[in-house]
Nanobody
Framework: QVHLVESGGGLVQVGGSLRLSCVAS????????MGWFRQAPGKEREFVAA????????LYADSVKGRFTISRDNAKNTVYLQMNSLEPEDTAVYYC???????????????????WGQGTQVTVSS
């Protein structure tokens, strides 16, 4: 069983930055792709970013490309999401997730992820 815990959320002004962390326990993440998703009030959960098992490739939603960066430190069993130039539209609960496939390249598809964290709230004020 994999347990994912996100942290780093909070309240920030427009244009500010936050770095989210996702720490895994119960299984090493080094063989699995990881993703970040978010859900705003009244909206469906959506893809934000994904990273391959070795960090060699990344994917981003168009809405965050150029502002957000996903990275991982397999030695620490941790995945990060650096968020810069934050906008009110980025306000949401952010979730990290672990892909079910070994040596995965990362995917935008939520159904491909087996394990999810509890989420961390990000609020961007204007």
């Amino acid at each position: 069983q994999v347990h994912l815990v996100e942290s780093g959320g909070g309240l920030v002004q427009v244009g500010g930055s936050l770095r989210l962390s996702c720490v895994a326990s119960g299984r090493t993440l080094s063989d699995y792709g990881m993703g970040w998703f978010r859900q705003a009030p009244g909206k469906e959960r959506e893809f934000v970013a994904a990273i391959s098992w070795n960090g060699g490739s990344t994917l981003y939603a168009d809405s965050v490309k150029g502002r957000f960066t996903i990275s991982r430190d397999n030695a620490k069993n941790t995945v990060y999401l650096q968020m810069n130039s934050l906008e009110p539209e980025d306000t949401a609960v952010y979730y990290c997730a672990a892909d079910r496939a070994i040596l995965s390249a990362g995917t935008r598809t939520q159904a491909e992820y087996d394990y999810w964290g509890q989420g961390t709230q990000v609020t961007v004020s204007s």
